[in-house]
């Protein structure tokens, strides 16, 4: 997200994404989807078709899903030390090699890059989501907003507020 001007509830999708996609292709094992997100560092991608069109999105609840779909049924008991519990622990060479398009979750939440933050916010909140894809007028990945990227314009709209207006403004030298 490049910095902005622009006050928080003006604010656009285009405005808050990270231009830098990575994608995964409908086609690709889930087995080597695992292994491309955890080299780009990211939890989840758009899915795309041979068309580069978005057509679903992989995230990290698919692999849980997709490991206890094929995980029996066992207790374990949570280790107090642990941030998560076993069951959210996934090997990517454990995963199936069976294609990505059989777990990813399908109708992707996406919106158009004039899409305003309150109805990205929305989006997030009655799917029960943490990204929204935007794409191009071809439904190509263009960007994505994380829920990490309205909480830094929110912080940066805080912080504006307390900076006093003369000091965001560039100083200009007078010449006589």
Do not use: Y
């Not at 490991?67 to 998560?84: G, I, L, Q, W, Y």
């Amino acid at each position: 997200m490049a910095p902005t001007l622009k006050p928080l509830l003006s604010l656009t999708a285009a405005d808050l994404m990270s231009a830098t996609v990575v994608t995964v292709h409908e086609e690709m094992s889930l087995q080597g989807a695992a292994h491309l997100l955890a080299q780009a560092h990211v939890t989840g991608a758009p899915v795309v078709n041979h068309e580069g069109k978005c057509v679903g999105v992989l995230s990290s609840t698919d692999f849980v899903r997709s490991v206890d779909k094929n995980r029996p049924a066992t207790h374990v008991e949570p280790d107090r030390s642990s941030f998560c519990a076993v069951w959210q622990i996934v090997d990517p060479d454990q995963l199936p090699e069976e294609a990505v398009h059989n777990f990813m979750t399908r109708d992707p939440v996406i919106a158009a890059p004039a899409t305003s933050i309150g109805a990205i916010a929305r989006m997030m909140i009655d799917a029960h989501i943490h990204r929204v894809i935007v794409v191009d007028h071809r439904g190509r990945p263009a960007g994505i907003v994380s829920a990490t990227d309205l909480l830094a314009a929110v912080a940066r709209a805080d912080l504006e507020k307390m900076i006093p207006l003369e000091a965001r403004k560039p100083h200009q030298t007078m010449s006589c």
